[in-house]
């Protein structure tokens, strides 16, 4: 098969995503409660040191492949990088600070449709705080979203007042993290929007906003078309803004379209990139969620697939681990990826997208999807596209802010926290009573 031909099935692998999901989004509810509890639990974090030694073990017993033959990222991760990631991991890195930390915030369990649902909640001093539910995607975490819990929920202590305070609910997706593993194939951005109202209610909340990116993105725009009662408006650092010409002419492999405008031509640039070089582990994980076993057992092969999200964010941490200062760190990477490798969340965070794909009737990812609540849009630069203004007008006709920030990439709060925060200040702003 071609390397022509394979771009091509990647690519309308990943457009199949989530092309049903406006339309499943009104659908009556798939998932029925299998139980009744529906009460909210105190939630701590503590792994034994046996599998913390383990995990080292493993590590040090990495069996290597070859070096790659060409310098640089097209073949995958460096091995000079895997290489240095290992040996950090092995002898320095020191997961109980995680777990300090989480332990430091509010965190809780509750039951919604039969599955157990974890989240960090924090509530702000501040009387008038606007709560927001702020959902994390693939391959990141809760992590993604730690450095601004404070900085949202206590304002004057970082630059900001009292009126842009947030209270703030991160849930982990199902089979992500701390929730509980799916059994079925029924949890998909559908029902998990469904979920996140529901615990949006159970935690009291009338008004309150939704924000996500990747996976997060597709949730909260679900969460749009749903409807529920409370949601006032979505912020989206990852926007679904691609028209049906121009998602049509990616899907083709044509050329690009005649009249785009430079912020234009930048995003099918950066489309058709990702497109072609940038979907290994989506048509993996869409199409043999199951095959990856190999996650399951090497922490290293774990670390490795993690890394390869895409062009932007790996070069990013290539240059993390060769000693540059940059918006994660060596510990954020090995937070983020030592807390898939202890809860063993490789395949189940994987079966998302295998689950989401069993409903969806081609579309893309990137795909307009007709939402009319209010939306704001940050368009960070090294994100897998930069939305552009002139299609987030189209897509969102009620979109209430969009600002084009000067860096940033995939894992905007967890990258750029200074920016996010004034992002979600600056973005609801207008709905505060």
């Known amino acids: 098969m071609s390397n022509t031909t394979n771009n091509s099935l990647s690519r309308r692998t990943l457009l199949a995503t989530t092309a049903a999901i406006g339309a499943l989004a009104l659908m009556p509810e798939a998932v029925t409660a299998a139980v009744t509890?529906?009460?909210?639990?105190?939630?701590?974090?503590?792994?034994?040191?046996?599998?913390?030694?383990?995990?080292?073990?493993?590590?040090?017993?990495?069996?290597w492949p070859d070096q790659e033959t060409v310098a640089g990222t097209s073949q995958g991760v460096p091995q000079a990088t895997m290489q240095k990631l290992a040996r950090y991991w092995q002898s320095e890195y020191n997961w109980r600070n995680v777990e300090a930390r989480l332990n430091a915030l509010p965190q809780f369990v509750t039951n919604i449709d039969g599955l157990?649902?974890?989240?960090?909640?924090?509530?702000?001093?501040?009387?008038?705080?606007?709560?927001?539910?702020?959902?994390?995607?693939w391959p990141g975490s809760i992590i993604e979203q730690m450095k601004v819990i404070d900085p949202l929920t206590n304002p004057t202590a970082h630059g900001g007042t009292a009126a842009d305070a947030f209270d703030v609910v991160i849930p982990s997706l199902p089979g992500h993290g701390f929730s509980e593993k799916p059994k079925d194939a029924s949890w998909t951005p559908v029902t998990i929007a469904k979920a996140w109202a529901t615990l949006m209610q159970r935690l009291g909340y009338k008004k309150y906003v939704a924000q996500g990116g990747d996976w997060g993105n597709a949730v909260s725009e679900v969460m749009a078309l749903q409807q529920p009662a409370g949601l006032l408006a979505i912020h989206t650092n990852m926007a679904a803004t691609v028209?049906?010409?121009?998602?049509?002419?990616?899907?083709a492999h044509a050329a690009m379209p005649a009249g785009l405008s430079a912020e234009e031509q930048n995003a099918w640039n950066q489309l058709d990139d990702f497109y072609k070089n940038g979907l290994a582990y989506a048509g993996e994980m869409l199409t043999r969620p199951q095959t990856l076993v190999g996650l399951a057992d090497s922490p290293v092969g774990l670390a490795a697939w993690m890394l390869d999200h895409d062009i932007r964010s790996l070069k990013m941490i290539v240059r993390v681990f060769d000693g540059k200062e940059e918006g994660l760190s060596r510990d954020d990477v090995l937070d983020n990826v030592t807390l898939y490798w202890l809860t063993n969340t490789a395949v189940s965070s994987a079966r998302l997208y295998w689950d989401t794909a069993q409903i969806s009737n081609g579309g893309g990812f990137f795909d307009v999807r007709g939402v009319k609540t209010p939306v704001a849009v940050s368009a960070f630069p090294d994100e897998i596209y930069a939305a552009p203004k002139s299609w987030s007008e189209k897509a969102y006709p009620n979109l209430i802010h969009y600002n084009k920030l000067p860096k940033g990439g995939h894992f905007a709060a967890w990258e750029q926290p200074a920016l996010f925060t004034s992002e979600m200040r600056a973005s609801f702003k207008s709905l505060r009573s």
């Open 243 to 251: 028209g049906p010409d121009i998602s049509k002419a990616l899907s």
């Open 37 to 63: 509890d529906t009460s909210i639990r105190p939630f701590k974090v503590h792994f034994p040191e046996s599998d913390l030694t383990d995990l080292r073990r493993r590590v040090a017993a990495t069996r």
């Open 116 to 137: 157990d649902i974890h989240f960090i909640h924090v509530r702000s001093k501040h009387e008038k705080a606007l709560p927001m539910i702020i959902t994390h995607g």
